[in-house]
Nanobody, 123 residues
């Protein structure tokens, strides 16, 4: 069964770094854009970043520009989100999801969501 599995979350101090992984199983990521989203308690889910099927388009939310970097490894069928200079406001459950070919930061345009991975930024 096709699925996406997130990993790499955890507890980190402000200013620290984490790398999240979104691994695909049961299908190839080659024809899909992958988006990263997050949802903090009491808040709506928001788009963080996306990478297009070629890797050539990588939009970011303003709140993470310059701190987060998205990438994909076709050989490993995995998309990564490198998060640097983390802030307490980055605390959330992070999800990845897929849509055909092209990027969007609108969660309603994505399907096949993973189960999420918790990121907590606190001292």
């Amino acid at each position: 069964q096709p699925q996406l599995v997130e990993s790499g979350g955890g507890l980190v101090q402000p200013g620290g770094s984490l790398r999240l992984s979104c691994a695909a199983s049961g299908f190839s990521l080659n024809n899909y854009a992958i988006g990263w989203f997050r949802q903090a308690p009491g808040k709506e889910r928001e788009g963080v970043s996306c990478i297009s099927f070629t890797g050539g388009t990588t939009p970011y939310a303003d709140s993470v520009k310059g701190r987060f970097t998205i990438s994909r490894d076709s050989a490993k069928n995995t998309v990564y989100l490198q998060m640097n200079s983390l802030k307490p406001e980055d605390t959330a459950v992070y999800y990845c999801a897929r849509r055909y070919y092209y990027c969007s930061l609108a969660d309603k345009q994505f399907r096949s969501w993973g189960q999420g991975t918790q990121v907590t930024v606190a001292s």
